[in-house]
């Protein structure tokens, strides 16, 4: 008789026992409601999108000349035409006050001073937004499909914007399939934005620094630097405990937790040691200082923009109702184009209360 055997009918022998004592132990365990939504990090990406690296790629035995070739018919297949347009442009809405136009990605480069005409220093974070393309517009009928459990937002379309082009050899055949409606070669980063019907974008249409305008108010979303496992000290400010006294070895903890009548215990959300940082966070109501048309560099107010350098930026349209644009003076709708500007458009652009550094900082009379 095999071990297999001997345990399943060691098993049903004290099956009646089993059951006794499962039955005894269960008015032992006690229930505590949670009292936190929690949240969900997806580490690895989601299970649901397309894959996107190609792992198999092998140019050990390529040639010079058959590397040249591929890069001429790449350059050929995405560069046929002066836009990538294919279709005739879509008739432009009309901005509303309930407007909710397309947004950017942009790169985080640093923090640079700027000075006001009446000399008070800002500090300002350079964001650049680098070759942005709309990938797809799904109208709002279609997006309330997978608009989720909100009905406010089953009244918005979707607008996917891509960034960074990139040799196709480098992803899978399904990932450069995403882009064929838009005629533009495969992005390294993907985004969703939610517009309205009177904003959509037609696929294929380049976006630049000129989507917005100097004076606007705009939202920035971008993950936060990961810190790691970190203590309540770092993580959360706390003061910590006395550092002599008769304190051993207690220093950086954070002190008595939990004590209470009908509130006693740790309840879920304390403020403990713990990961620190890599989280989606949106900074709102940023304001643009001044905009480089040359290399489409936003100058966005303060150093509160989140993430390290090099990091992608979401950048939209702020929803603070007392810092949207009004519908007299309104950005440009649904984005900028060529047409839009009368002539050449200057490098530089500033705030009128922004002093510009092509002035003189001193005058006589």
């Keep these: 008789m095999t071990l297999r055997a001997v345990l399943f009918q060691a098993f049903n022998r004290n099956s009646g026992i089993l059951k006794h004592q499962l039955e005894s132990a269960r008015v032992l365990y006690v229930h505590q409601q949670s009292r ?144 064929a409606e838009a005629g533009v070669p495969p992005k390294q980063k993907l985004t969703r934005f939610l517009v309205t019907p009177n904003a959509a974008i037609q696929p294929g249409t380049p976006l630049t620094a000129m989507h917005f305008r100097v004076g606007d108010y705009v939202d920035v979303q971008a993950k936060t630097i990961d810190y790691g496992f970190q203590g309540v000290i770092k993580r959360w400010g706390m003061k910590g405990m006395p550092a002599s006294h008769g304190v051993t070895k207690s220093h950086r903890k ?16 304390k403020k403990m040691p713990g990961h620190m940082g890599d989280r989606n966070r949106i900074t709102k109501g940023i304001r643009i200082w001044r905009i480089n048309t040359k290399y489409n560099v936003l100058y966005l107010h303060g150093p509160s923009v989140p993430g390290s350098i090099h990091t992608y930026v979401r950048i939209y349209d702020t929803i603070l109702p007392h810092k949207r644009p009004n519908p007299d003076d309104h950005p440009p ?19 009128e209360e922004l002093f510009a550094f092509t002035e003189p900082s001193v005058e006589y009379q």
């Design 254 to 269: 954070m002190g008595s937790s939990g004590g209470g009548r009908e509130k006693a215990g740790i309840w879920k959300g």
């Design 36 to 179: 936190s939504k929690g949240s969900t990090q997806y580490k690895f990406g989601r299970p649901w999108h397309v894959k996107k690296v190609n792992q198999s790629i092998n140019d050990e035995n390529l040639t010079t000349e058959n590397e040249e070739f591929i890069k001429e018919v790449i350059h050929e297949t995405y560069t046929q035409h002066p836009s990538p347009l294919r279709e005739e442009p879509w008739q432009r809405g009309e901005y509303l006050k309930f407007t909710r136009r397309c947004g950017v990605i942009g790169i985080k480069l640093g923090l640079v001073p700027q000075w006001t005409k009446t000399g008070e220093k800002i500090t300002t974070t350079l964001v650049q937004i680098l070759d942005n393309h709309v990938i797809r517009y799904t109208p709002p009928e279609e997006a309330a499909k997978t608009a989720g459990w909100h009905p406010l937002w089953r009244k918005f379309g979707s607008v996917v914007v891509g960034a960074l082009s990139s040799d196709p050899r480098q992803f899978k055949k399904s990932y450069n399939s995403l882009f």
């Design 333 to 351: 709708m649904p984005t900028w184009f060529e047409e839009d500007s009368e002539g050449q458009c200057p490098e530089e652009q500033w705030d």
